[in-house]
T-cell receptor, first 114, second 114 residues
Framework: SQQGEEDPQALSIQEGENATMNCSYKTSINNLQWYRQNSGRGLVHLILIRSNEREKHSGRLRVTLDTSKKSSSLLITASRAADTASYFCATDPDSGGGADGLTFGKGTHLIIQP | NAGVMQNPRHLVRRRGQEARLRCSPMKGHSHVYWYRQLPEEGLKFMVYLQKENIIDESGMPKERFSAEFPKEGPSILRIQQVVRGDSAAYFC????????????FGPGTRLTVL
């Protein structure tokens, strides 16, 4: 099963509103990362939050992490049309030196209506 | 400072042919990761390489798939005797170090098997 699962799968809001996406995961992690993918393009790294951090900001982005609930949220404030994209959370599992690859969810497709 | 480069961007192969996907990491990065994104699914980790070494290939199919990252030149993901199920987007990422570091992604190679 997926390590990271985003919720909702799709979200449509009006420009200027805030968009909130959630991510749940199953195993212990070193960090959790959020990526954006515009249609037909590669992934763009947005923000990384470490397992000992609870909240992080970057511009209009705010990420929270609750390791007790194994969940994270990404908030985009004052959304713009250019924010229309798919957003993925990716977990870097605490596998004791095992696989260093990230595990991605299926993503949340965000549509900002002008 | 060029980002992660992948080529070709689009690759069409007939069943039974070989596919070679190339990835040049960011300057100064010696860690390379390959991911596969099947249609309507999240990215899945395939393999992690450092120069001349495969560190973790736990996500790569045992047959037909191989990866290398030679001392000189790009990392290569090779798929022999392709089948329709190999049609996907293949993303390469690189990082400065293997742990706790953000991974920078290339634009991906979209493989279509006819």
């Amino acid at each position: 099963s997926q390590q990271g699962e985003e919720d909702p799968q799709a979200l449509s809001i009006q420009e200027g509103e805030n968009a909130t996406m959630n991510c749940s995961y199953k195993t212990s992690i070193n960090n959790l990362q959020w990526y954006r993918q515009n249609s037909g393009r590669g992934l763009v790294h947005l923000i990384l939050i470490r397992s000992n951090e609870r909240e992080k900001h970057s511009g209009r982005l705010r990420v929270t992490l609750d390791t007790s609930k194994k969940s994270s949220s990404l908030l985009i404030t004052a959304s713009r049309a250019a924010d229309t994209a798919s957003y993925f959370c990716a977990t870097d599992p605490d596998s004791g030196g095992g696989a260093d690859g990230l595990t991605f969810g299926k993503g949340t497709h965000l549509i900002i209506q002008p | 400072n060029a980002g992660v480069m992948q080529n070709p961007r689009h690759l069409v192969r007939r069943r039974g042919q070989e596919a070679r996907l190339r990835c040049s990491p960011m300057k100064g990065h010696s860690h390379v990761y390959w991911y596969r994104q099947l249609p309507e699914e999240g990215l899945k980790f395939m393999v992690y390489l450092q120069k001349e070494n495969i560190i973790d290939e736990s996500g790569m199919p045992k047959e037909r798939f191989s990866a290398e990252f030679p001392k000189e030149g790009p990392s290569i993901l090779r798929i022999q005797q392709v089948v329709r199920g190999d049609s996907a987007a293949y993303f390469c990422a690189s990082s400065a170090t293997g742990f706790f570091n953000e991974q920078f992604f290339g634009p991906g190679t979209r493989l279509t098997v006819l």
